[in-house]
């Protein structure tokens, strides 16, 4: 079956450290999404993609960083500046035109030590 | 900046009574607007759409209403049963010209008492 596959499902990192957070979809989707969600504030959006090679910052960007290299995958780095970090993390992707809906993964809970 | 609002509070209903959830946003006039549901530590799974020129769209003991006017979307479950339990989230697409964006509400935990 297609779909959307984050890992790992459990993160945690140390004071300083950058950590990379996987997405992979076969859905052959052309644009892929990163959301934070934290209690109380639905999903804010991180960065998206709409084609290879091409990615524009969401509402919450600073202190992330993103590659699409591959139509399938679309990796999100949170690095040491974002000082909060500690969420559960969502990627979506969707078919392009309109009326599609987004799919999501199940997520990375990423925690500070 | 566009701004979506669900039921701030968790809801609980008694199994078989019909549940209904609101959505209201500001600013933005949205291309459509979709319902999720999410259970915990797992991603959005999508339910609903419907778009700017439609009133009332239904799956099985899904409803959806839109009222551009009012600025709202209601979400209704006939019949609610425990499996309902879940929280429920909202997303508007605005035009589409003007990106691929979607904005959330911050959803509405929803609790079927058998």
């Known amino acids: 079956d297609g779909g959307i596959t984050q890992s790992p499902k459990y993160l945690f990192r140390k004071e300083g450290q950058n950590v990379t957070l996987s997405c992979e979809q076969n859905?052959?989707?052309?644009?892929m999404y990163w959301y934070r969600q934290d209690p109380g504030q639905g999903l804010r959006l991180i960065y998206y993609?709409?084609?290879?090679?091409?990615?524009q910052k969401g509402d919450i960007a600073e202190g992330y960083s993103v590659s699409r290299e591959k139509k399938e995958s679309f990796p999100l780095t949170v690095t040491s500046a974002q000082k909060n970090p500690t969420a559960f993390y969502l990627c979506?992707?969707?078919?392009?035109?309109?009326?599609?809906?987004?799919?999501f993964g199940d997520g990375t809970r990423l925690s500070i030590l | 900046s566009q701004k979506i609002e669900q039921n701030s509070e968790a809801l609980n209903i008694q199994e078989g009574k019909t549940a209904t959830l609101t959505c209201n946003y500001t600013?933005?006039?949205?291309?459509?607007l979709q319902w999720y549901r999410q259970d915990p530590g797992r991603g959005p799974v999508f339910l609903l759409l419907?778009?700017?020129?439609?009133k009332e769209k239904r799956k099985e003991r899904l409803k959806v209403t839109f009222d551009t006017t009012l600025k709202q979307s209601l979400f209704h479950i006939t019949a609610s049963q425990p499996a309902d339990s879940a929280t429920y989230l909202c997303?508007?697409?605005?035009?589409?010209?003007?990106?691929?964006?979607?904005?959330f509400g911050t959803g509405t935990s929803l609790t079927v008492i058998p």
């Open positions: 979506a992707s969707i078919r392009q035109g309109a009326g599609q809906p987004q799919h």
């Open positions: 859905l052959n989707h052309d644009a």
């Open positions: 993609s709409q084609i290879v090679n091409d990615f």
């Open positions: 600013n933005y006039s949205p291309a459509y």
């Open positions: 419907i778009r700017e020129n439609e």
């Open positions: 997303a508007l697409r605005t035009n589409l010209y003007t990106g691929n964006q979607f904005y």
